[in-house]
């Protein structure tokens, strides 16, 4: 008898690169078995991490190192962009905009930090771009994109050689009205292609095709800011995964809008991955949630340099394009992320007052903490965790051995500054992140017209559930829910989402003159947009799908609300629908609409659409039937601990369970400790928690 080979494994991969670690899920597409593992980043070579972690995970799954055959796609969450911003590293870049115009960076919006009563002395942040690097062309077209003026291409040609003999290869379009019509931007390229080769060149009309000059230029300065060091990124790992596998893997990265998109690609839209890791974190906390049957969420990604906090309601996390990363505004679709330098590697410092504050500067990978021993001087959230006893003297399940005795020298040198006790120090400098990271969630609640008491917080990444209970007091929030392997929720987020690519075109109308054929014309020509980029990135036209969204507003408002397009063709009822809807989501949000009275106009501003390539979702399956008793097992050799949960009563010795211990219904309260190998989670006094059908645990506070 002839045996025939075994079918070759099918492997999907996710992995999302953070500052401290390299976080890994991989599916076995076939038998549907999901396995998880984390490695630390490698700073200096990324993809060192990149490609450690892929080996680590076939391991898992029984699979030969190098086994590169059998993996059939990667996608990948970076902070690539997002740091090189956040760390303004900016390299020398100019600017091109209509002649008469070059003051519109220092002119910018007058958006006031915290309104003009607590800043008297507010100075515009540092522009993008120096104004001696900014140069105008000659040329000009009206808001229908109407050619008021011809381009002016002797002009474009003085400026390309000026820009070439100078070294400034990185440069940024932006014309007046080029959303309108691209021609003259087209032609600006062209001549910098003949004039200087060896730019790299950033078309407003290609980045963000809407009104509002500023925001348009900015956005694209950006965009052509990290295109650069992105794309030398990107092609450092296809190549790595190219060598690995021998042969060209599917490579996709995660974008802020919620989807993805192949790695040829994304080097043309990098600005569309500035919040590529935190997006992908939301996407899978927010299906974890509703497999678990929760459907107002509000997320919280704990990281080594940065927490992370979004709203998701009814599966779907909030959108926004007024979004910005550090100090640089940048309107394209992205998840509604607040971010707050309240990470594990947040630094606990002294004011010139003397008073103690924590972050946002981090202690990151290198030299890390205290208590890595690599070197760092600092006192972090981390050592402060440590030397209270909340976290175990290791990560990773014992790879990463922490000095526990560094971490108590580096808080006690810090309380006798403070002249306090270290146990009081380490709680203090707790507080202080907890608040931070609440008020994080009252700016995506609150500020938004929510009720942050109405939703169910999920925690997750390596350091997100380490103050759920004292959240949980602050915000008055009533339930937390702690995911199986939290620390690797935003790689498995990257396994969960769609190729996604978003279309925008201005067309700013009043409602009732609207004409649904050039509305219905608008649609279309951004639908064919759409379809040819899912057609390029391998999708048949049949499982196609697009979602039309229109920004509105009240007529004199400056800013639009998002609302939902019906689908096939428009006629005036649906247009009359948009209307109805936008009126029922300016309630939600602002407490009011004028719906009734009529005494505000509609106008529309923004048409959009979304093209997704869906794919095949990993199922969360419940775990095997049991009848566990109500109190968990004693746990692991050594299971308690001594831990301060409050600085007045100092260490009590609390138990330490194995969450792989606990099954389906075991219920467990507080004081313990649950630990796992990528996170723990410390519950306090007066607070249970048990584990659902899925294996999260589920946290409440006891009457």
Known sequence: MVRMPPAPRRIRIGIDTGGTFTDVVALDEDSGEMVTTKTPSTPADPADGFMAGIDKVLDLLDLPRGSGDAVTAVSHGTTVATNQLLEGKVEALGFITSE???????????????????????????????????????????????????????????????????????????????????????????????????????????VLREYREYERAMTTLVDAAVKPRLSRYVANISRRLEQYGGRKVPFYVMKSNGGVLSADEVVHQPITTVLSGPAAGALGAALIAQVAGFDRVLTSDGGGTSTD????????????????????????????????????????????????KVGPRSAGADPGPICYARGGREVTITDAHVMLGRIPPHLLGGEIPLDAAAARAGVEALATELGMSPEACATGVL??????????LRQVTVKRGLDVRDFTLTTFGGSGSLLLCRLMDVLGIPTVLVPPNPGNVSAFGLLTVDVKNDYVQTHVTLHEALDVTTVQAAYDALATRA?????KEGFA????????????????????????????????????????????????????????????????????????????????????????????????????????????????????????????????????????????????????ARVDDHLNIIVTKEA
């Open 100 to 206: 008469g115009y070059d003051a519109m960076l220092e002119i910018a919006r007058q958006s006031v930090p915290d309104g003009y009563g607590n800043s008297y002395f507010w100075v515009k942040p540092p522009r993008i771009v120096p104004r001696d690097l900014v140069k105008g062309v000659g040329g000009r077209l009206d808001f229908t994109g109407a050619e008021v003026r011809p381009f002016d291409e002797e002009d474009a040609r003085r400026v390309a050689r000026w820009f070439r003999v100078r070294g400034i290869d990185t440069l940024g379009v932006c014309f007046l009205h080029s959303y309108a019509n691209p021609d003259h931007e087209e032609r600006m390229r062209a001549i910098l292609r003949e004039e200087h080769p060896e730019a790299v060149v950033s078309l407003s009309s290609e």
């Open 309 to 356: 906090v979004s709203v998701v309601i009814d599966g779907e996390p909030t959108l926004t394009t007024e979004g910005s990363v550090g100090a640089f505004p940048s309107k394209i679709p992205m998840i509604d992320v607040v971010t707050v330098g309240a990470g594990g590697g947040s630094i606990a410092w002294l004011s010139p007052e003397g008073t103690l």
């Open 431 to 440: 507080e202080i992140s907890a608040w931070n990271q609440a008020n994080a």
């Open 531 to 535: 379809r040819s980029a899912l057609v």
């Open 541 to 688: 036209p049949e499982v196609h799908r697009f979602v039309r969204t229109a920004d509105v507003r009240y007529f004199g408002q400056a800013f639009e609300v998002r609302v939902g397009v019906p689908d096939g063709d428009l006629d005036a009822d649906a247009l009359a629908e948009v209307a109805r809807r936008f009126h029922a989501e300016h309630r939600a949000l602002y407490g009011y609409d004028f719906s009734g009275d009529g005494s505000q106009q509609v106008e529309w501003v923004n048409l959009r659409v979304s093209g997704i390539g869906p794919i095949t979702r990993p199922e969360i399956r419940k775990a095997g039937e049991s009848s566990p008793p109500l109190d968990p097992p004693a746990g692991r050799a050594g299971s308690s601990r001594p831990v301060c949960f409050d600085a007045a009563d100092g260490y009590v010795t609390t138990p330490v369970l194995w969450r792989p211990d606990l099954g389906p219904g075991h219920v467990v309260r507080g004081p313990v400790i649950i630990e796992e190998f990528g996170s723990t989670v410390p519950v306090h006094p007066g607070f249970a």
